[in-house]
């Protein structure tokens, strides 16, 4: 591994750890890029407050943070500028507006919950209703359709625990529409780690059959997590005999 462009830090309350501190990890496992991609602020209607995610105020420092980090360390390493937000369309266009006004090198598509969030499904609960999981497929390749994604971080998230055979059927369509976009998906680490619903084995059995491009992504949210020398022995053991098609650089 090269590069992770998978990076939170403290500013979305539920990581730890200075932002420097990620960038010193990085360099002492050899990494040549490292990509900061904490989760978006988002500009949702009414008083509706989203606890896991940057709050709009602060994302002036974060990118002043990583711009900063990016000159100090840029004969070490590359140091990117990204952020990690879901495609929520009826609040999408009026964030991006926000976003589109700073110097981001990519943005990962990470769909944390269906409908704009608030009241709404969100991925990690268990689902047996199909019609959940095809909700889920049809917002995600709507994102993927904005043009505004790079990478679909951990697009195995959804926690459906109906039918294998449901659960490929719709699931594939996510892996077959990346493929022709040319969007890569992501390997996550975190799940890997901490023995979460993903990586789901039957999905990436999918991008194994079709081909579709992967990217290993850390997901880090403390700095440690970076220097897991366990970590590419525990992904050889779990994917096992698939064949998949990885990239290492976005």
């Not at 591994?1 to 990085?26: F, L, P, W």
């Not at 266009?93 to 589109?100: A, C, D, I, P, S």
């Not at 047996?128 to 971080?153: I, M, N, P, W």
């Amino acid at each position: 591994m090269i590069s992770n462009y998978h990076t939170h830090t403290k500013r979305c309350r539920h990581a730890r750890g200075e932002d420097e501190e990620y960038v010193q990890a990085a360099l002492d496992r050899g990494l040549q890029i490292l990509g900061f991609a904490d989760h978006s602020p988002y500009i949702f209607p009414g008083d509706y407050y989203s606890d896991f995610r940057m709050p709009m105020e602060e994302l002036e420092d974060y990118v002043a943070s990583v711009l900063s980090l990016r000159e100090k360390y840029a004969d070490q390493i590359e140091v990117k500028l990204g952020l990690e937000l879901e495609y929520y369309p009826g609040c999408f266009e009026e964030t991006m507006q926000v976003l589109k006004g700073q110097p981001l090198d990519y943005l990962l598509l990470g769909q944390h919950a269906l409908g704009d969030e608030q009241g709404d499904y969100f991925t990690g609960w268990p689902t047996e209703d199909e019609a959940v999981l095809k909700r889920y497929v049809r917002q995600t390749l709507e994102g993927l359709h904005t043009g505004a994604f790079s990478c679909f971080a951990h697009p195995d998230l959804i926690k459906f625990v109906g039918a294998p055979e449901i659960y490929q059927k719709h699931m594939r369509e996510i892996v077959r529409e990346a493929k022709a976009l040319g969007i890569p998906l992501e390997f996550n680490l975190l799940g890997l780690q901490t023995h979460r619903n993903y990586p789901n084995r039957l999905f990436w059995e999918l991008v194994a059959e079709e081909g579709a491009k992967a990217i290993i992504g850390f997901d880090a949210h403390q700095p440690a997590v970076l220097r897991d020398e366990d970590l590419g022995e525990m992904i050889t053991d779990w994917l096992g005999d698939l064949q998949i098609n990885w990239i290492e650089k976005l």
